[in-house]
């Protein structure tokens, strides 16, 4: 049929049906879906040495043998496990599946600090899951009246929640409450890691996002701390459906330029090669969406262009530190630190030496985001470094605490691949503008973490959209369709509206003075 025909402009390009770009989670769960449903012809054109994306690790300290540990540097937990008889979380089936190691991240194992050392004003935690509650009920009000979004400031503020600004104690709270473990419903502490402030984050789908993953999965978030690393899912569920060493596998191929149409659409890559498709999917980050580093052409439409740069590309980093010993409270998880100034300064730690993880590691790590973690990429090791162990000083105040043996943190944000962490809906986000996010543009097509509505920021959001985005577009080259109904192009708005019709601009509405004349 001509819709599986590869587009002929360059007679020199490798020919594939379906071209998949970036081979993490999103990329190859699009490929099993195509495999699943007998499309074989496909190629993953990955940046990296190796499948896996944002799930990436590497070799930090060393361990009592002088073999190094691995830590995560992107995702590292399973966030929403399942029930029994209800509904399981894919990343969870796989974490079962090829028996990767994690534990039970339990968000009540925590000590609360501030610069004097130890303090106790773990009361607040409750207070904040109180009027968290209030919140997520008005919340769940606007999303099912239409109500107009708004900044999850306003909405906690209405709540009940309203830390001064120099209330450094309610705002480390709320830090860790919002910007690394947010939502608490009533069945206890829920996260969904926003990366983001209450000021930057949309109400309604901060709340939604947080509700989908853990009411329906399960409120458990599940730390991997396994030494084959995270990406042990990915790769094994990719050697299901992959030979060692696959043709189909082209890495360390960096895509510089996207030219597609209503007939196919044509990859070209830093080394000159190309690769011409029937179909394309693209699951880069939207961080690399939202930069320069691909060109398009022709270039995407308005609605898309407004769509990647309407969403915000969040930043996540944890700062890793090995000791000679573990001198912070050995059965505790997580330490939180309120400093007097700053809010998300350091603001909390995690242990890997508490019963369940790795007790014998001694390492500790400690996350900022976004502003934060901009400023620390931004300057060396040693500063960042100094700055810490500034902050453990205060802390525990009366013992001598030894310089760390080993430290690092990846710096995500300028990471070329990646441009960020994971994304995150804005204030005054409406459905409609993901849909165009989500959209395809003729035959290529989009797919990640970030074009879920419903899972964005997790793998699981990245999974879902790869199957989904292979499995249409199997439909769509006349295999069986899987999702009934649903093998077509992805609809988009061209339009989107704002509530505020010119006709509302009159003294009546308060707008006394016409402004639409030039002063020309
Ligand atoms: C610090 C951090 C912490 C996180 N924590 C969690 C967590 O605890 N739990 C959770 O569920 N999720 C977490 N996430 C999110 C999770 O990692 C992502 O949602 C998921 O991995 C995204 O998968 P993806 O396939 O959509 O994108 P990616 O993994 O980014 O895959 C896209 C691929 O495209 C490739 N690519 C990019 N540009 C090009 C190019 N020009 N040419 C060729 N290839 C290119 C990239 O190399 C990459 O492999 C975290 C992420 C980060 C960064």
Not at 239 to 266: A, C, E, H, M, W
Not at 327 to 333: C, E, G, I, K, N
Not at 484 to 504: F, I, K, M, T, V
Request: charged share 20%.
């Amino acid at each position: 049929a001509s819709t599986s025909q590869p587009r002929d402009d360059n007679a020199t390009c490798k020919k594939t049906t379906v071209a998949i770009l970036g081979g993490g989670m999103a990329g190859v769960a699009a490929a099993q879906a195509l495999s699943n449903s007998s499309m074989h012809d496909f190629v993953i054109i990955e940046y990296r040495d190796t499948l896996g994306g944002r799930v990436m690790h590497t070799e930090f300290g060393r361990d009592p043998h002088g073999k190094p540990y691995t830590v995560e540097l992107g995702a590292n937990w399973v966030q929403g496990l399942g029930s029994p008889g209800g509904p399981e979380n894919p990343i969870w089936t796989f974490a079962k599946k090829w028996v990767v190691k994690n534990t039970f991240s339990n968000y009540s194992s925590i000590l609360t600090y501030n610069e004097t050392g130890y303090t106790d004003y773990s009361s607040l935690l409750d207070e904040y899951s109180t009027s968290y509650d209030d919140a997520a009920v008005a919340a769940g009000d606007l999303l099912t009246e239409n109500g107009q979004d708004q900044t999850a400031r306003t909405g906690l503020a209405l709540a009940g929640w309203r830390p001064k600004v120099d209330d450094m104690t309610r705002q480390a709270v709320e830090w860790w409450e919002w910007e690394n473990v947010s939502a608490n419903l009533s069945s206890g502490l829920k996260d969904w890691e926003d990366a983001y402030s209450p000021e930057e984050s949309s109400f309604i789908y901060g709340v939604a996002g947080s509700n989908l993953t853990f009411n329906q999965f399960s409120d458990e978030n599940n730390y991997v701390w396994d030494q084959r690393g995270y990406s042990r899912i990915i790769a094994q569920e990719a050697s299901t459906f992959l030979k060692p060493n696959d043709p189909r596998v082209q890495l360390n191929s960096i895509v510089t330029n996207v030219t597609y149409s209503k007939d196919g659409v044509t990859i070209h890559k830093q080394d000159g090669s190309c690769v011409s498709a029937a179909y394309a999917i693209c699951t880069f980050s939207l961080g690399v969406l939202q930069s320069d580093a691909v060109s398009y052409s022709p270039p995407l439409p308005q609605w898309k262009q407004t769509a990647i740069q309407k969403f915000s590309m969040g930043t996540y980093t944890k700062v890793f530190l090995q000791f000679n010993e573990t001198f912070w409270p050995r059965d505790t998880q997580f330490f939180l630190y309120a400093d007097p100034t700053r809010r998300g300064y350091y603001p909390v730690f995690q242990s890997l030496s508490a019963p369940g993880f790795i007790p014998e590691s001694n390492i500790i790590f400690v996350t900022v985001v976004s502003q934060e973690s901009y400023r620390i990429e931004r300057q060396s090791d040693a500063q960042t470094q100094q700055e810490v162990m500034a902050v453990l000083r205060k802390m525990y105040p009366d013992l001598k605490i030894p310089e760390p043996t080993a430290f690092m943190y990846p710096r995500w944000s300028t990471t070329p691949w990646s441009y960020g962490s994971y994304s995150n809906w804005p204030p005054s986000t409406t459905l409609e503008m993901h849909e165009n996010l989500r959209a395809n543009v003729d035959r290529l097509w989009f797919a990640g973490e970030a074009t879920s509505a419903q899972y964005f920021g997790f793998l699981h959001g990245a999974w879902y959209e790869g199957r989904d985005a292979g499995e249409r577009i199997a439909g769509l080259l006349g295999k069986k369709c899987v999702i009934p109904g649903q093998c077509h192009e992805r609809e988009y708005w061209e339009r989107l509206n704002g509530s505020s019709p010119l006709a509302d601009y009159s003294v009546l509405d308060g707008w006394v003075t016409n402004s639409f004349y030039s002063s020309s």
